[in-house]
Structure formats: C-alpha cells, structure tokens
C-alpha cells in the first residue's frame, strides 16, 4: 500500500471515531485525541509521512503569516510534499473543521509551547479564539494552503537573515 493511499485511509478513519462530550478539552487532550495518531505523543511526527512538530513550527509565529497558516493547516489540511529538517514528507494532513475556534487556539498554544518553546520569540503571545476566528474566514482551495507554507518557509529565511 503506497504512504499516500495509507494517509488517506487514516485520515478517512480517524473522521470516524467519536468526538466525546461537549466539555472544553484543554490543547493537550485535542492534541492526543486528533494529532498524535500522526505527529505522536512527543511531537516527533514518523518520518517520511507525517513531519515533526517539535522544534519546527515555533519560528513560524515570529510573522503574523505563520500564525496565520498555523491556523489554515489544521483549519483546512495540507496536502503535497514537505521538507522539515531537510526530510522529505509525504503524508497529508486532515482539515479540522469539526474543532471550536478555542481548541484550535488550545492544540495549537499546547504544541508551541510543550514541543517548539526554545523556538518561540521573546514577544510570543497565545493564539485566542477570536484570532482563529478571523484565520478561519478564508478561503481555502486545494493546494493553497501548501503554497502558503512556501511562501511563509522564504518569508522566514529572509526575516532571520535579516537577524529579527
């Protein structure tokens, strides 16, 4: 069975388990209940599927686009290849639309500061509700939410080359 075929089966199961209660899960139980199947309990992802959590995606909220596509990748999913450490990953990530704007706000804040803190700038403040809210608003078509990583990869070079 190729990664791909395999990604999107777990992906199409994972739509399948139940949701539990109504209750507010704080970021780590929405992490273990949705995220960690693929980027796992430590955030270190399996390689050549599904990329790391941990000390990658902290630098990305340096720039108001990377809190921006934090949000649009569990809002709306990614598909098509990425590189995370120079590794190659090829799994695809499921939209989560089913999730409240204060979980994303939760799963996100839980996994940039448990798994990427010594990434995190100096002025770092949690993602809200009210921000997923207005991310939320766009958009998405196939394979924007990809580009918009690309964009946001050269955006990041260029902001620490510039020593920000």
Same mark, same amino acid.
């Given at each position: 069975?190729?990664?791909?075929?395999?990604?999107?089966?777990?992906?199409?199961?994972?739509?399948?388990?139940?949701?539990?209660?109504?209750?507010? =899960?704080?970021?780590?139980?929405?992490?273990?209940?949705?995220?960690?199947?693929?980027?796992?309990?430590?955030?270190?992802?399996?390689?050549?599927?599904? /990329?790391?959590?941990?000390?990658?995606?902290?630098?990305?909220? =340096?720039?108001? =686009?990377?809190?921006?596509?934090?949000?649009?990748?569990?809002?709306?999913?990614?598909?098509? /290849?990425?590189?995370? #450490?120079?590794?190659?990953?090829?799994?695809?990530?499921?939209?989560?639309?089913?999730? %409240? #704007?204060?979980?994303? =706000?939760?799963?996100?804040?839980?996994?940039?500061? *448990?798994?990427?803190? %010594?990434?995190? /700038?100096?002025?770092?403040?949690?993602? *809200?509700?009210?921000?997923?809210?207005?991310?939320?608003?766009?958009?998405?078509?196939?394979?924007?939410?990809?580009?918009?990583?690309?964009?946001?990869? %050269?955006?990041?070079?260029?902001?620490?080359?510039?020593?920000?």
């Amino acid at each position: 069975m190729s990664a791909l075929r395999f990604a999107f089966i777990v992906s199409a199961l994972m739509l399948l388990l139940p949701m539990g209660g109504t209750a507010r =899960a704080g970021g780590r139980d929405v992490y273990n209940a949705h995220c960690a199947i693929c980027h796992q309990a430590n955030g270190n992802g399996i390689v050549g599927m599904y /990329p790391p959590l941990a000390d990658s995606i902290g630098s990305y909220v =340096a720039l108001p =686009a990377g809190r921006t596509y934090l949000v649009h990748v569990v809002s709306f999913g990614l598909v098509g /290849p990425v590189s995370v #450490h120079g590794q190659g990953y090829s799994g695809v990530m499921q939209a989560w639309p089913v999730l %409240k #704007h204060q979980e994303v =706000a939760d799963v996100l804040n839980f996994a940039l500061t *448990t798994f990427n803190a %010594k990434l995190l /700038p100096k002025n770092f403040t949690p993602l *809200t509700a009210a921000e997923v809210k207005k991310h939320r608003d766009f958009r998405s078509g196939l394979g924007d939410v990809h580009k918009e990583r690309d964009a946001l990869i %050269k955006a990041l070079s260029a902001h620490q080359l510039g020593g920000q």
